[in-house]
């Protein structure tokens, strides 16, 4: 069974950038029919996907947050990174990584608060 | 771009009740990607459902799915008091806005 986890800073300082890395366990990065995925919810919120990154390397990111968004992805480390540029306090939830195909699987989330 | 949209938005409900929550698209679509996921606290979400009508490894069989085309629905047959939580439907990248399961 696949283990997402999260990792990076809990507190970032508004304008600066928002940087996570996804560590894939169980099974591999590089194999297909997987859609490697950053998804985050709001304080009391709903879930919102914020994009995805195929094995071959083609992403899709959510319109609202297109020219901020950057997905990547290290299969010799078996990770896959999210990078938010010029964020705000909106930009404050938790910030899951998660492996889709048919359904999602999750890792367990961290909680990211923009503030100075 | 498809919009899923859940109701009720609360269901107040007792254990022991029957409980259906409903997800509705906003055009029709396959159910092989129609999910419902329960989420308590603190917790990130937890699959029930995918393919719109199977449960997922270790879901209890009060749990069950069924729909098709644009009306999908999850039952949860006899409430217990670890079923209150919120409950989502998603469909590719698109989640449903959720459906609060609260006790009357």
């Known amino acids: 069974q696949v283990q997402l986890q999260e990792s990076g800073p809990g507190l970032v300082k508004p304008s600066q950038t928002l940087s996570l890395t996804c560590t894939v366990s169980?099974?591999?990065?590089?194999?297909?029919?997987?859609?490697w995925s950053w998804i985050r919810q709001h304080p009391g919120k709903g879930l919102e996907w914020i994009g995805y990154?195929?094995?071959?390397?083609?992403?899709y990111y959510n319109p609202s947050l297109k020219s901020r968004v950057t997905i990547s992805v290290d299969t010799s480390k078996n990770q896959f990174s999210l990078k938010l540029s010029s964020v705000t306090a909106a930009d404050t939830a938790v910030y899951y990584c998660?492996?889709?195909?048919?359904?999602?699987?999750w890792g367990q989330g961290t909680l990211v608060t923009v503030s100075s | 771009e498809i919009v899923l949209t859940q109701s009720p938005g609360t269901l107040s409900l007792s254990p022991g009740e029957r409980a259906t929550l409903s997800c509705r698209a906003s055009q029709s679509v396959s159910s092989s990607y129609l999910a419902w996921y329960q989420q308590k606290p603190g917790q990130a979400p937890r699959l029930l459902i995918y393919g719109a009508s199977s449960r997922a490894t270790g879901i209890p069989d009060r749990f069950s799915g069924s729909g098709s085309g644009t009306d999908f629905t999850l039952t949860i047959s006899r409430l217990e008091p670890e079923d209150f939580a919120v409950y989502y439907c998603?469909?590719?990248?698109?989640f449903g806005q959720g459906t609060r399961l609260e006790i009357k």
């Open positions: 169980g099974g591999s990065i590089s194999s297909g029919g997987y859609y």
């Open positions: 990154i195929y094995y071959s390397g083609s992403t």
């Open positions: 998603q469909l590719r990248i698109t």
């Open positions: 998660a492996r889709y195909s048919n359904y999602v699987e």
